[in-house]
C-alpha cells in the first residue's frame, strides 16, 4: 500500500472518530444498535442518558464544542494484555424495569474492512477487556453481579459490495441443551457486538441511509446540508463543516 493511500486512510479514520463523538449522531446509531435505547428519543439519548464525557483516541479538533463527548478513558491496560485503545467509550444511563440501569458502549470506526482478521474477533475481544477491565472499578472481590453490559459497535463505510447495506449482532443467547431451564436475561445478556457495513447504494434503513449521505466526499456541502436537514432533521455544526466535512 502506497504512503499517499496510508494518510488517505489514516485521515478518513480520524474524520470517522470526530464525527462519531458528536452526540446528535452517536445518539442516532445507539437508537438502532443498542437493544435498550430502541424507544427512546433521540433527544433524551443524546442529552440524558450519554453520561460522562467521553473520549475519543485521536486529538480533538474542536475543543470547545459543547455537543462533542469526550472523557470516559479511552485506553484500557492490563497487565500481560497489553494496551487497548478504544476510538470511543463511554458510559450510558437507560430506564428499565428494575430502574435505571448503566451500560458501557464502544463505538470503533473501521475504514479498512479486511485488516488481516476477521473484524467480528477484534470486536469480541475489545467485549472481553470491557468486561474484565471492570474488576477493580465496578466490581470488587466476587461481585459480579454488578458487572454491566458492554456493547461494542462497529462503522464500516468500506465493505465489500455483497455485505454492504447491513447492520449484524452477535450475542450471548440461553441454549437448552436437556430441560427447559430458564436464567433471567439480565444474568447472561452481558455482551453485544454490532457490525454496521455502509454501502454506496442507497438502503430502506434509516441509520444507513443517514451514515451514507453524511459520510460522502463526492457531494457538495450544500446539498449535503440541505438533505440531511430535510429528510433526517440534522443540522451540520459549524465546527463539522469547517473540520470534518471537507
Known sequence: MSND???TMTAYDSIYKQLFAEKDILSRIMKEC???FKDCSLEDIANK???GTPQISS???FPTNPNKIRGLSNEDKSIGEGTVTYDIRFLA???NTDGLIQLIVNVEAQNKYHPGYPLIKRALYYCSRMMSAQHGTEFTESHYEKIKKVYSIWICPNPPKKDSNTITSYSIQENNIVGNFKEEVKNYDLIKVVMVLLG???SDNNLLKFLRILLRNDMLIEEKQRILKEDFNYNISKNIEREVIV
Do not use: H, L, M, W
Request: avoid cysteine; aromatic fraction near 6%; hydrophobic fraction near 30%.
Open 5 to 7: 493511500i496510508k494518510n
Open 93 to 95: 444511563t437507560v430506564p
Open 34 to 36: 443498542v437493544d435498550e
Open 200 to 202: 454506496k447504494s442507497q
Open 49 to 51: 442518558y450519554i453520561e
Open 59 to 61: 486529538e480533538e479538533v
